[in-house]
């Protein structure tokens, strides 16, 4: 069992999406670890849901700055896309995980209670059902920033992912380890 800072950050930022944008959405904000696949194949795999934005994230280790080891500090990286009309959407999305994400210690505190939500009785946090089902430490968030990057234009292109937009959002945060049990 590990702690994945990024699926715990992908499951909070996807039930937060739903609740305020639950009008723009045929489920919840779907989230991609990279690898070699392509937009269309996200999109034959989850028909219902080729209109909704679709994220695709990779996570990069920060050098650690002082000698304290048990902090850590990571980035997440977001590639977000949207096929087909409705740029609203990809912006109303955006938008949402700016307000979420970017408040420093006051979105680490909000991430933390909504993670202390999901702790079971074993102290581990459980996601997905079934055969699907992942378990993790849970973690506590020190603080969390979010920087838009201007290298969409880079990602938008039409012959290989054929979206419609595109943005690239860089979440920076600090975190360790905890047990509840």
Same mark, same amino acid.
């Given at each position: 069992?590990?702690?994945?800072? $990024?699926?715990?950050?992908?499951?909070?930022? +996807? #039930?937060? *999406?739903?609740?305020?944008?639950?009008?723009? %959405?045929?489920?919840?904000?779907?989230?991609? $670890?990279?690898? $070699?696949? /392509? !937009?269309? /194949?996200?999109?034959?795999? @989850?028909?219902?849901?080729?209109?909704?934005?679709?994220? *695709?994230?990779?996570?990069?280790?920060?050098?650690?700055?002082?000698?304290?080891?048990? *902090?850590?500090? &990571?980035?997440?990286?977001?590639? =977000?896309?949207?096929?087909?009309?409705? $740029?609203?959407?990809?912006? &109303?999305? *955006?938008?949402?995980? %700016?307000? =979420?994400?970017?408040?420093?210690?006051?979105?680490?505190?909000?991430?933390? +209670?909504? !993670?202390?939500?999901?702790?079971?009785? #074993?102290?581990?946090?459980?996601?997905? +059902?079934?055969?699907?089902?992942?378990?993790?430490?849970?973690?506590?968030?020190?603080?969390?920033?979010?920087?838009? =990057?201007?290298?969409?234009?880079? !990602?938008?292109?039409?012959?290989?992912?054929? /979206?419609? #937009? +595109? #943005?690239?959002? =860089?979440?920076?945060?600090?975190?360790?380890?905890? @047990?509840?049990?």
């Amino acid at each position: 069992m590990i702690s994945y800072p $990024p699926v715990i950050i992908n499951e909070y930022i +996807a #039930s937060k *999406v739903s609740q305020r944008l639950n009008d723009r %959405y045929r489920g919840s904000l779907k989230f991609f $670890p990279t690898r $070699p696949t /392509t !937009i269309d /194949t996200l999109v034959k795999s @989850n028909p219902a849901q080729a209109n909704d934005v679709y994220v *695709v994230y990779d996570r990069m280790f920060r050098l650690r700055r002082n000698t304290f080891p048990h *902090v850590k500090q &990571e980035q997440l990286i977001y590639y =977000l896309y949207k096929m087909n009309s409705d $740029p609203e959407s990809l912006i &109303e999305t *955006v938008q949402v995980l %700016y307000d =979420l994400l970017d408040r420093e210690d006051e979105s680490a505190q909000e991430i933390n +209670a909504w !993670i202390a939500s999901k702790v079971n009785s #074993s102290g581990m946090l459980v996601f997905g +059902a079934g055969r699907g089902q992942k378990v993790f430490k849970p973690i506590f968030f020190h603080r969390l920033k979010v920087l838009q =990057l201007e290298e969409a234009r880079d !990602i938008e292109n039409f012959d290989t992912t054929k /979206t419609f #937009s +595109a #943005s690239k959002i =860089l979440i920076n945060y600090d975190y360790h380890t905890i @047990n509840y049990s």
